[in-house]
């Protein structure tokens, strides 16, 4: 329930706002973020905007959310990172 | 931009880090978060399994519908059954059972139940159906509450009268001062705290419990590269036995939080005692609407009388949520209780910890050789 997303806002008329959510377009609430323009990288959560977000931090999270998607689809090929024990050794 | 590959090079180094820490450490190491997203993307990303000996992740009460108390559901499921009552609720709380069946039950039975997407929706939903009294069922933290106090104000600024809210929300940090209240059975070594609740309530409300307790608390975001450097700070801090407060992440958390949503919540709410699962009433760790809010508040108009406070028997979902016992010390784990056939709520809620769990680390229980019942998820 406290998932929040970054999303791009690309209208605001008055506290009523639109975001583009990986082509998705979702109707938000900017009352939280009154200074948010058209154009600027939100955190969504249940519909509202709770903070504006530095845009290369937004979009550094997409990529790598894209990626995963991607990788998940070729997980098999993965290596699982190595398990450290508490005496140093690898297990 | 930042690729997969460049991500995993920072994993590494912070699992060499984490290693490091863990190795200086004479005894084990516990760290509890107290957010639902936190212990969906741990056990997503398969945090726990990389982690070194002796390092532990608990998962503490941070999942909104967990830890509502069964008189608090109770309460709300008695509202719904009533006939003219339209009850709208976010989807997380359709499936939690109560002493007389769940939400969706109801809705089986010719109920109106409502899915939202946003709290405004119940609003509108009001302003279209004046014949039905809409009631919003509002559960969840700081992140949540101020989209709350807003649809009381849009309700009150449209001159909408069949609205009200049923309201269950919870305060992080009584909650994370009654679990240190008993700091001899409560051995963690640090919080990792909720990088949402913290956006709207900064990190700063933090530095009393840093203060008053002499434990870490550092926040931390959601991705697998944050969610290991934020344990790795609380590890690093623990050798050291030191006692700060880090936020580590501050691409959306900030010193004073968000000051817009902090007087909207504020404005419509004022803290008050609640009950939380598991915990008992802890004060101050919830929100009343305010008077001048009174005729927007379902208790009042609908003159709902709590009911007791009855678990369901057998459950262990308030030992789960305060970090008391793992899920499958349960003897319902698995077995009577399953995502299907949902017993209590952390086996409910997506952000639930037995649901979790169940997901991600089997139904094998570790402490058991005994398979668990087979069960389509």
Same mark, same amino acid.
């Given at each position: 329930?406290?998932?929040?997303? %970054?999303?791009?806002?690309?209208?605001?008329?008055?506290?009523?706002?639109?975001?583009?959510?990986?082509?998705?377009?979702? %109707?938000?609430?900017?009352?939280?973020?009154?200074?948010?323009?058209?154009?600027?990288?939100?955190?969504?959560?249940?519909?509202?905007?709770?903070?504006?977000?530095?845009?290369?931090? $937004?979009?550094?999270?997409?990529?790598?959310?894209?990626?995963?998607?991607?990788?998940?689809?070729?997980?098999?090929?993965?290596?699982?990172?190595?398990?450290?024990? $508490?005496?140093?050794?690898?297990? | 931009?930042?690729?997969?590959?460049?991500?995993?090079?920072?994993?590494?180094?912070?699992?060499?880090?984490?290693?490091?820490?863990?190795?200086?450490?004479?005894?084990?190491?516990?760290?509890?978060?107290?957010?639902?997203?936190?212990?969906?993307?741990?056990?997503?990303?398969?945090?726990?399994?990389?982690?070194?000996?002796?390092?532990?992740?608990?998962?503490?009460?941070?999942?909104?519908?967990?830890?509502?108390?069964?008189?608090?559901?109770?309460?709300?499921?008695?509202?719904?059954?009533?006939?003219?009552?339209?009850?709208?609720?976010?989807?997380?709380?359709?499936?939690?059972?109560?002493?007389?069946?769940?939400?969706?039950?109801?809705?089986?039975?010719?109920?109106?139940?409502?899915?939202?997407?946003?709290?405004?929706?119940? /609003?509108?939903?009001?302003?279209?159906?004046?014949?039905?009294?809409?009631?919003?069922?509002?559960?969840?933290?700081?992140?949540?509450?101020?989209?709350?106090?807003?649809? /009381?104000?849009?309700?009150?600024?449209?001159?909408?009268?069949?609205?009200?809210?049923?309201?269950?929300?919870?305060?992080?940090?009584?909650?994370?001062?009654?679990?240190?209240?008993?700091? !001899?059975?409560?051995?963690?070594?640090?919080?990792?705290? %909720?990088?949402?609740?913290?956006?709207?309530?900064?990190?700063?409300?933090?530095?009393?419990?840093?203060?008053?307790?002499?434990?870490?608390?550092?926040?931390?975001?959601?991705?697998?590269?944050?969610?290991?450097?934020?344990?790795?700070?609380?590890? !690093?801090?623990? /050798?050291?036995?030191?006692?700060?407060?880090?936020?580590?992440?501050?691409?959306?958390?900030?010193?004073?939080?968000?000051?817009?949503?902090?007087?909207?919540?504020?404005?419509?709410?004022?803290?008050?005692?609640?009950?939380?699962?598991?915990?008992?009433?802890?004060?101050?760790?919830?929100?009343?609407?305010?008077?001048?809010?009174?005729?927007?508040?379902?208790?009042?108009?609908?003159?709902?009388?709590?009911?007791?406070?009855?678990?369901?028997?057998?459950?262990?979902?308030?030992?789960?949520?305060?970090?008391?016992?793992?899920? %499958?010390?349960?003897?319902?784990?698995?077995?009577?209780?399953?995502?299907?056939?949902?017993?209590?709520?952390?086996?409910?809620?997506?952000?639930?910890?037995?649901?979790?769990?169940?997901?991600?680390?089997?139904?094998?229980?570790?402490?058991?050789?005994?398979?668990?019942?087979?069960?389509?998820?």
């Amino acid at each position: 329930m406290c998932l929040a997303v %970054p999303a791009q806002l690309v209208e605001k008329h008055g506290q009523c706002g639109v975001v583009d959510l990986h082509g998705n377009r979702l %109707p938000i609430n900017t009352v939280m973020t009154p200074d948010a323009l058209p154009g600027d990288w939100l955190l969504i959560h249940a519909g509202f905007s709770i903070e504006q977000l530095d845009p290369q931090q $937004a979009t550094e999270t997409w990529s790598l959310i894209h990626d995963l998607r991607d990788a998940d689809v070729q997980s098999a090929q993965l290596e699982p990172p190595s398990r450290p024990a $508490a005496d140093g050794s690898k297990q | 931009m930042k690729s997969i590959a460049a991500d995993k090079q920072n994993l590494d180094a912070l699992m060499a880090r984490l290693g490091t820490a863990a190795r200086r450490a004479s005894r084990r190491l516990a760290f509890m978060e107290v957010c639902g997203t936190h212990t969906t993307s741990a056990f997503r990303c398969g945090l726990q399994s990389v982690l070194p000996e002796n390092v532990r992740l608990i998962s503490g009460p941070g999942c909104p519908v967990c830890v509502t108390s069964q008189a608090d559901i109770d309460e709300l499921i008695g509202l719904a059954s009533k006939q003219a009552v339209v009850l709208c609720t976010y989807g997380d709380m359709l499936r939690v059972p109560g002493r007389s069946g769940s939400l969706e039950k109801i809705r089986s039975q010719g109920g109106r139940i409502e899915v939202v997407y946003s709290s405004l929706d119940a /609003v509108a939903l009001a302003q279209r159906e004046p014949a039905h009294q809409v009631v919003f069922a509002a559960v969840g933290f700081e992140t949540t509450a101020p989209s709350t106090a807003a649809a /009381v104000y849009q309700a009150r600024e449209s001159g909408v009268k069949n609205f009200s809210v049923l309201a269950s929300h919870k305060r992080i940090i009584p909650a994370m001062r009654a679990l240190l209240a008993d700091r !001899e059975n409560f051995k963690v070594d640090g919080f990792l705290c %909720p990088g949402h609740v913290s956006v709207v309530i900064g990190s700063n409300a933090y530095l009393p419990i840093v203060r008053d307790y002499s434990v870490s608390c550092v926040i931390g975001g959601f991705e697998p590269t944050l969610l290991l450097s934020a344990l790795t700070c609380l590890c !690093e801090l623990a /050798v050291e036995n030191k006692a700060a407060l880090v936020n580590q992440y501050p691409q959306a958390v900030t010193p004073e939080g968000n000051r817009h949503a902090q007087s909207l919540l504020m404005g419509a709410f004022e803290p008050a005692d609640a009950r939380w699962r598991g915990m008992g009433a802890i004060p101050e760790s919830g929100y009343n609407l305010r008077t001048e809010f009174a005729k927007y508040d379902a208790r009042i108009r609908f003159g709902l009388i709590t009911p007791e406070e009855r678990e369901p028997k057998g459950c262990l979902c308030g030992q789960v949520i305060s970090g008391k016992v793992e899920p %499958p010390t349960c003897s319902l784990f698995g077995r009577a209780c399953t995502p299907v056939n949902p017993i209590g709520p952390c086996m409910v809620s997506s952000e639930g910890t037995c649901a979790a769990w169940f997901k991600y680390k089997g139904r094998l229980s570790p402490y058991s050789e005994t398979p668990l019942q087979e069960t389509a998820v």
